[in-house]
């Protein structure tokens, strides 16, 4: 008897020893841990891994949970620890698939050589995977069937990735954040001549209170069949073309690429850019005014001067230039124009 109860004992002991060292926290490692489990790596792989990564302190521990959990199912993928965590909890983080992301913030007016760039240097997907993805517009041909790509479909906003998301997994992601915002606005207008307009409005001004007018402007122009005179649009055709240099030329203003709307009245065949809400309300909603012009004030403010007449729009354009060369003689930044309809009258 008293054999028994010495062995009993000695069990509750070590279960009692077990427990703890189940439950109590541990960290091998120094700031961070970052572990990539497999696809299909079984459990004692998954032990070792966190056991060779300082997260617990023996397999066995990791094993142990296991054993008491045996048809929970663990997720692959890439873990980022940065504090003690008991096995307990490591095991309840990998049952939930709680894995690390890259944080990808796509700004309004981007376009997708943009968004490719910042993509590469996120490092988890390339940038050339990225274009060729973004070049494949059937994921929104039911929206936009005469898409090009899925420029001016890729959302403006906060993307969460992981390490094994595709560039196709991220475009996906960005287009049906398109398709919750274009459901917002609760309009018939057509998705592709929206978003083209949209891309337009959000490249000229970044002030929101302007959206509506240069809006109106765009409308008034299209309406009378003017061409757009819209210097992003010979930018981005340029740089369709891979010829874009930083500055717009005369050359680029003089390009017979479909989307320059200096030689071709209309809308361009598609967006050139990715626009935000705003943008897209502005599109759909212009303000109601008689509009033609628009130049950059000559105050640095990015606001504009806005001209029924041509007459009116010249006399605002030779003071946008007379400010801005005053300004390159006293070696200070001149006014700064975010794209002006009209450069050059006519």
């Known amino acids: 008897m008293r054999r028994f109860r010495v062995f009993a004992a000695l069990a509750l002991t070590a279960l009692a020893g077990v427990a703890w060292s189940l439950a109590g926290a541990y960290q091998g490692f120094r700031t961070e841990a970052f572990v990539d489990i497999p696809r299909g790596t079984g459990s004692v792989g ?18 142990a949970v296991r054993a008491l959990r045996p048809r929970v199912k663990l997720l692959a ?3 980022d620890f940065r504090r003690p965590a008991s096995p307990w909890e490591i095991f309840d983080l990998l049952a939930r698939g709680d894995v690390f992301c890259y944080q990808l913030s796509v700004p309004e007016g981007q376009n997708i050589f943009d968004i ?36 001016g479909f890729l959302f403006p906003d906060t993307y969460r990735i992981t390490k094994r998301a595709t560039a196709s997994d991220l475009c996906l992601q960005m287009t049906d954040r398109f398709r919750r915002a274009w459901a917002e606005l609760r309009t018939t207008e057509p998705p592709l001549a929206a978003a083209t307009l949209a891309s337009l409005i959000e490249k000229e ?20 069949g003017m061409p757009l005179d819209c210097d992003p649009t010979a930018i981005y055709a ?4 891979g010829r874009f240099r930083g500055e717009i030329s005369r050359s680029d203003l003089e390009s017979r690429n ?15 850019a990715n626009p935000g809400l705003e943008a897209l309300k502005a599109a759909v ?10 130049v950059a004030r000559p105050d640095g403010s990015g606001a504009h001067v806005f001209s029924e007449k041509l007459e009116a729009h010249q006399r605002a354009v030779s003071k946008y230039r007379r400010e801005n060369q005053k300004a390159n003689k006293a070696g200070t930044s001149g006014p700064v124009s975010r794209g002006k309809a009209a450069r050059a009258p006519r």
């Open 258 to 272: 479909l989307y320059n709307t200096y030689q071709y009245a209309g809308l361009p065949p598609g967006p050139i």
């Open 238 to 241: 340029a740089l369709l073309d």
């Open 46 to 63: 998954v032990a070792g891994l966190l056991a060779e990564s300082g997260v617990i302190r023996y397999r066995w521990q990791f094993l």
């Open 116 to 151: 490719a760039a910042s993509v590469d240097r996120l490092g988890v997907i390339s940038g050339a995977l990225f274009l060729e993805a973004a070049r494949d517009a059937s994921s929104i041909r039911d929206l936009a069937p005469q898409a090009r790509t899925l420029e």
């Open 285 to 294: 909603n212009p303000a109601d005014t008689k509009y033609l012009f628009f």
């Open 77 to 79: 993928g890439e873990y």
């Open 205 to 224: 001004t970044g002030l929101a209170e302007e959206r509506p007018m240069v809006a109106s402007v765009f409308r008034n122009r299209l309406r009378l």
